[in-house]
């Protein structure tokens, strides 16, 4: 698998982790110091870092911005703009909807009530939870299953959104239910019973998982279960607080707190030009993929977990277990309890998770050892026009970003990614 797709494969909250846009001239990537004035790492190279991020951006996506560090060493870079009317150019420490690695603070924050003894991952969910999964399906699906995505339980999406069909069955999409729900409250067990409801996406415990919504809907209602309060009040005391950062947030209303970017979504070409969805109502994901966060925020996120300072090393090491699931393009991706795996070669094994939601993606990858983390945001989804045979047409945003990963996570090391 190429680093495009092995980067992207399970993206968060949707369909894929593509979009579209027409080019926009350079706006230059902009150079942060390495922390404490220090310089730079052999492993970072910070002229490369930024002429791949321009390359991001004249290919056609308004905004970009990252981190990457090495051991003690920190680059921070943006390119193009933060708003296509004003001209506003994004910064390398804005906040963004970060999408599904919001998987990766909820499954820790279950994580956390197995090492009270509130939970056990191997237990029927209709244990905990027999009014919202009864019967058969609550006895056979597990904590586990719905942490690693093996539960067989379908996706909400194409139900709480049925003009946007699941890619690539593009004829008959339209944007209408995502303006229709901008506002719109959704409660969880509302979005659970859609998925209930539909066909199921394969057996519990199956030996390839299928990546959906519903399950971290019903961790969700778990953690509400066994911990007396909501999920995210939960995960924010002892999830967010727990790593130091300052930055990352559960929404309270529709709109972004602090310095942000809009986010433009191409929706395959059928929002032409791309419409600005920064300002939502994300009830419709919660708990699965709401939050707000910097890319600062997400690399000490991501290290702090990897060394065992949020869950415990026995919790860590079950995280880690990875098994083969088929991501919402098609693609099998490895995935363990709310984290992905991600092997590049000459590089190293990395973990962390990707996400998109209406209008904005965001990757965050740290290897095994700790010492070379990445964590990278778009303001453009779907850009992808799509083919008379419902593929995804090749567009150069697509071979950026690959260029783009690829010096993040290896520097000019490496032959590219692939998961196993």
């Not at 350079?26 to 922390?35: I, K, L, M």
């Not at 804005?94 to 909820?106: A, C, D, L, N």
């Not at 067990?189 to 415990?205: F, K, Q, R, V, Y």
Request: charged letters at 20%; proline letters at 8%.
């Amino acid at each position: 698998m190429n680093t495009r797709l092995a980067l992207c494969a399970a993206v968060a909250a949707l369909t894929v982790c593509t979009g579209m846009v027409a080019p926009l001239p350079a706006a230059g990537a902009v150079n942060a110091a390495p922390a404490g004035g220090t310089s730079p790492s052999e492993g970072i190279d910070p002229a490369g870092l930024a002429s791949a991020l321009d390359a991001v951006h004249r290919a056609g996506v308004p905004g970009v911005y990252a981190q990457v560090r090495d051991g003690d060493r920190v680059w921070r870079g943006a390119s193009g703009v933060a708003d296509l009317a004003t001209g506003r150019p994004v910064r390398p420490d804005m906040r963004h909807r970060v999408g599904s690695i919001t998987k990766t603070f909820t499954a820790a924050a279950v994580m956390q009530q197995v090492e009270r003894g509130r939970v056990r991952l191997d237990a029927p969910i209709g244990d905990y939870l027999p009014h919202l999964v009864p019967g058969e399906r609550g006895r056979k699906i597990t904590v586990r299953m719905l942490l690693n995505h093996t539960s067989g339980l379908p996706d909400y999406i194409p139900y709480a959104f049925p003009s946007i069909q699941a890619f690539p069955s593009l004829p008959d999409m339209s944007s209408k239910s995502l303006d229709d729900n901008r506002f719109r409250q959704f409660h969880p067990a509302e979005l659970i019973a859609l998925g209930l409801a539909a066909p199921p996406a394969g057996e519990p415990g199956g030996p390839t998982g299928v990546y959906s919504n519903t399950n971290y809907q019903l961790l969700d209602q778990l953690l509400e279960k066994v911990t007396g309060t909501t999920a995210q009040r939960y995960i924010t005391r002892n999830v967010i607080e727990r790593a130091g950062l300052r930055h990352t947030e559960f929404p309270s209303g529709t709109r972004i707190k602090g310095p942000h970017s809009r986010m433009y979504e191409a929706m395959f070409g059928v929002i032409d030009p791309p419409r600005d969805y920064s300002v939502y109502n994300m009830s419709w994901t919660g708990a699965g993929a709401a939050l707000v966060s910097t890319m600062d925020d997400l690399n000490r996120f991501y290290a702090e977990l990897l060394r065992g300072r949020i869950v415990s090393p026995s919790s860590l090491a079950e995280m880690r277990r990875a098994v083969p699931v088929r991501a919402l393009d098609g693609s099998t991706i490895q995935y363990g309890l709310g984290l992905h795996k991600v092997d590049i070669p000459g590089c190293g094994t990395f973990w962390g998770h990707d996400g998109t939601v209406w209008g904005a993606g965001t990757i965050s990858l740290t290897r095994d050892d700790g010492r070379r983390q990445m964590s990278v945001a778009v303001n453009l989804q779907r850009w992808n026009r799509v083919g008379p045979g419902g593929e995804p047409l090749p567009h150069p945003i697509d071979g950026a970003l690959e260029a783009l990963f690829q010096r993040a996570t290896c520097g000019d090391g490496g032959t590219g990614a692939r998961t196993e």
